[in-house]
């Protein structure tokens, strides 16, 4: 079983659309953490949220981790082309194992 | 100095040749990581190092062999791999303990012919 759920899995969008990808699971989680990963390259941590109902904005990005600390989500605002890439939601089953859902693989066109 | 790098880049080898993978970080994190990532996956753990000791190996098989020669430093060791194992390698590393978040190498670009 997947510890994380991410959807949608493909999403492909116009320039200045706004999307939300989703992170769920039915364990709690002491937190987790979003990467974004482009071809070729390991993923770079975006953000980490620790606290039940915690919001955090990165410029157009914003992250909110579910009050119970088992579900997450990633909101971009006016998505722009190089916004492209593979979005990846992460956390540990226990300390130093961490685990990664299935990705979103975002297209934004111009 | 905050990265972790990767060597090297792209590597072709055979099925009977043996090669190594490096990595190199000198942030002081003391909890290093490999993992794999085939086309269109998200990374699969394989092993992790805490304090330079092998802490989990997600039952990888042992033509994979890890080393963790010091702090800075952990190696993959490989060996008679099958065309399978072609994939991108990760190295990553962080704070030990830590509830944040790891830092991750460019990667090995793996082909196995």
């Known amino acids: ?14 320039e200045g659309e706004n999307l939300t990808v989703y992170c769920n699971s039915s364990s709690v989680f002491s937190s987790l953490q979003w990467y974004r990963q482009e071809p070729g390259e390991g993923p770079v ?3 980490t949220v620790v606290t039940g109902g915690e919001v955090k904005k990165l410029k157009r990005l914003t992250f909110q981790f579910g009050d119970a600390r088992k579900d997450s989500s990633l909101h971009i605002t006016a998505a722009q082309p ?23 693989r975002l297209t934004v066109k111009p | 100095d905050t990265e972790v790098t990767q060597t090297p880049k792209h590597l072709v080898m055979g ?16 909890a ?6 085939k086309a269109k996956k998200p990374p699969e753990l394989m092993f ?14 042992s033509r994979f062999s890890p080393e963790c020669p010091n702090s ?9 791999l099958q065309p399978e194992d ?22 090995t670009r793996l082909t196995v012919v």
């Open chain 1, 82 to 104: 190089g916004d492209t890439g593979l979005y990846l939601c992460a956390a540990r089953r226990n300390n130093n194992d961490m685990r990664f859902g299935a990705g979103t």
């Open chain 2, 72 to 80: 800075s430093l952990l190696n993959l060791h490989l060996h008679a």
């Open chain 2, 86 to 107: 072609s994939a991108l390698y990760l190295c990553a590393s962080s704070q030990e303990p830590t509830n944040y978040g790891y830092t991750f190498g460019s990667g």
């Open chain 2, 48 to 61: 992790v190092y805490s304090y330079e000791k092998l802490s989990i190996n997600e039952s990888v098989p």
């Open chain 2, 15 to 30: 099925m009977t040749n043996k090669k190594s993978l490096k990595c190199e970080q000198h942030m002081g994190h003391r």
């Open chain 2, 32 to 37: 290093m990581y490999w993992y794999k990532q």
């Open chain 1, 1 to 14: 079983t997947q510890l994380l759920e991410q959807s949608p899995q493909f999403l492909s969008i116009q």
């Open chain 1, 45 to 47: 941590l975006l953000v």
